[in-house]
């Protein structure tokens, strides 16, 4: 950022020319410096690393005003391996610092510069110790009125906390080590007060997954538990919100995370192996914590980012060309808004979007804004000033295309990224974060807007440090907290620089975002889910749970988490796989055809809680020469069956040749896509076709006419013999014999039977047999006979 001391033309005061001309003495020859300043009686500095290590674990009243008492605390930790004797601590106050990269050059040098590190302040305001023993920390305190520190004018200044003392090897007093930090200095209020956006995000990782329990509830799977302990007692969600709730801030959440607590509320699921789930034990900690949120967001602003916290620069660079990965962003962005009023009862701003570090170049900004917002949070080591305005500007500049650049101070944004666990650093971070706002404050006259953009998940204890820092900025005298649209809103000023940077920086976040085949299998997904999605009664019953899902995969959340980021991509695809296959036809063995024409039944199966519906069964014959289904070589029918139902469909064939002919059954949506896996069969016709009967009948028609023709012939034969003399006797006694030449009523001709006894005969093995085929969902057996 440009600052005032650092631009020429610009007339610093006499006692800020001074400074500024030490500085460059220092910088050049910090030894002769130090020897030139060296007051009478001032310690020597051991050369060597310092073998006193100095915590400062507290310092109060962090921005001190006339009449106030700097209590300074820590801890004083002898690491060499002599002890220090007639040691003591003091303060040191250095000189005022009158440009923000003066006060990073001070947090970075570790040694003790004579002089440069100030004046002991000396008197009784030290504390003594008689004995060092190596590895022993000690801890002190010292307390001195702000008026003996001989602070000047407004600003910023050095304070160092020293250990001076001897060895046995050096019996001499000298500085064994020191411990650098800030002290903001405004006593009086401020004639322009900086307007202050602090964004105090709720974000996490991704938590619920696209399963639900089986039955009609649809109870949600967890991938673990973790949520119930970040929002439990002491947990890091639980912290950010009893923190946020007392500052003035503007709430920055992913509606993800509201979701995902609902969710917890009712009974959930943990994810176990292999399909199982355990219940989850957070539903008292759930309730708690979002009605608490509920009054603390209350009066106040919220942001809504997209559902899941969107990758932008990954979909930018790698997704934007693959089909559907615009629509998942639209579809995050417009769920949004609904799922904060539904739970928080407010109405979020849409209108922002937060790329990943605050980083931008042309095709992010495009991405960014693609789904409604016109404002995108962007940090300023990525959007740099290239001009020569002698102060930061303002946040908020138009990037052409109306949009808002609402630029965020990078050395404010970061100054809690460090280790916060422990007292020393917690209090250092403090102290260097005051004392950028302020040297930022007082760089103008000028009304200026400062927006203040941290990690998207803080730790707890960053999260304190953070809350700790944002109280004693809010209770300054030059600091005053202003919502994020207002600031988006303000004048911008005209020198600042407005131009995206053109290519992505930073090779670390490149290499940290998701790759394009984490789109290409996004893609599948929802090619399979809107194949599924046409076959079902119920749509909303996967609608949401997997679109969800797959804004999940998009999630910001995953840098860095490669090999988790796929397994969540694959468990929703397999999980979806696993619902439709739910769906599917049942298996046949091979089928015996009886006669020329028969009835085949398929069986569909839906394990499905719902109906299924828009489905297409096509039956289709390898060979229809040899087997016609219907009157073609396929016929269709169309599906619907019942929730946790099976259903048989007949379908018509004809043969007209014996053998197997193979015959295939695929379920289609009604837009004519195939669903599922075929299922193959052979149909075997056993029996004589109709040619082969109309043959055999002829056969036996031949034989009857010429049994009736011999039966005439041997009648008149009988008849011309009777009428010879002398054939009387003969006749009566054929009469009384066989019958064999009889017309009588028992009479029959050769080869014809009597009515009753064919009604009577035996089946034959060309007649038709009759229907044995019953319905089943289980695979048919072995020579299944089929209806006809």
Known sequence: MAEAADFPGLTPSPARRWFRRAGVLLTGAPLLAGLLQLPAGEPAYAAESDPVVVSVDSLTPSAPTDGDTLTVSGTVLNKGKRAVTAAHVDLRVGQMLTTRSGIDDVAARTDYVQGADGTEVGGKYVE???????????????????DKLDLGQDGVYQIGVSLSGETSAEPYEQVLGIQRTFLPWQPEEADTRTRTTYLWPLISTVHMTAETGPGEQQTPVFLNDDLAAEISPGGRLEQMLSLGRDLDVTWVIDPDLLASVDAMIGSYGIQGEKGTSTPGTGQTVAKQWLAELQDAVAGKEVVALPFADPDLASIAHNGKNV????????????VAASTVETILHITPSTDFA??????????IVKIATSAGADKVIVRSDSLKETGDLPYTPSAARPIGGGTTAVVADMRLSTAFQGDMTNADSSTLAVQRFLAQSLTATLQTDKQRTVVVAPQRMPSASQAQTMAKAITDLQNSNWSQPQELTATADTKPDPGANTKVPSAYPYPALRSQQLPPSAFTTIARTQSSLDKFKIILTDKTRVETPFGRAINREMATSWRGESTAANSFRDGVRSHLDELTEQVKLIKKSETKLSGGSAKIPVTVQNNLVQPVDNLVLRVTSSNPTRLKIGDDDYQERRIA????????????TSSNANGPIKVTAQLYTKDGQKYGDAVSFDVRVTEFTAMAMLVIGGGFLLLVLAGLRMYTQRKRAAARRSEEPGNEDEGTEQDAGTGDDHD???SRPQ???DPASRADAPEQ??????DTAPESADPSGTGERVDR
């Not at 003594?128 to 702000?146: D, E, H, N, R, Y």
């Open 128 to 146: 003594k110790f008689a004995k060092l023993t190596p590895g022993v920390a000690q801890p002190f305190t010292i307390s001195v009125p702000v």
């Open 323 to 334: 089909t559907g990965t615009l629509s998942h962003l639209k579809s995050a962005t417009d």
């Open 354 to 363: 937060w790329p990943v570090s605050g980083t931008v170049d042309p095709s």
């Open 641 to 652: 069956v019942s929730g946790g139902h099976s259903q048989s469909v007949k379908f018509t």
């Open 744 to 746: 009588g009523p028992t």
């Open 751 to 753: 080869g014809e039977s």
């Open 765 to 770: 093995p060309s007649d038709p047999t009759p």
